[in-house]
Nanobody
Framework: QVQPVESGGGLVQPGGSLRLSCAASASIFRLSTMAWYRQAPGTQREMVARMTPGGGTNYVHSVKGRFTISRDNAKNSVFLQMDSLKPEDTAVYYC?????????WGQGTQVTVSS
């Protein structure tokens, strides 16, 4: 299987927006709940948003109302629109299935929220 490729991260000021993209393996994506995870330095990786193949979504409390997950099943891609970003959103963001496939972590994309 090919590892996912995350992109779209960067440096943004508090209150700004970013849109993350993840290109996933078709064999992994098609029937899987896909999720975005993040890991800040010195912390454990946490799931922030997930989306079922049918479109059901769930978010961790800290990002509700600010982040929106979506997926394009035809392109085996999942996205994370992040608005009203806060410094505490700074982390490396990854996509994977839920539950995560142990061997399926990509390089991630760095998001830094700072003035």
């Amino acid at each position: 299987q090919v590892q996912p490729v995350e992109s779209g991260g960067g440096l943004v000021q508090p209150g700004g927006s970013l849109r993350l993209s993840c290109a996933a393996s078709a064999s992994i994506f098609r029937l899987s709940t896909m999720a975005w995870y993040r890991q800040a330095p010195g912390t454990q990786r946490e799931m922030v948003a997930r989306m079922t193949p049918g479109g059901g979504t769930n978010y961790v409390h800290s990002v509700k109302g600010r982040f929106t997950i979506s997926r394009d099943n035809a392109k085996n891609s999942v996205f994370l629109q992040m608005d009203s970003l806060k410094p505490e959103d700074t982390a490396v963001y990854y996509c994977n299935t839920l539950p995560p496939a142990p061997g399926y972590w990509g390089q991630g994309t760095q998001v830094t929220v700072s003035s």
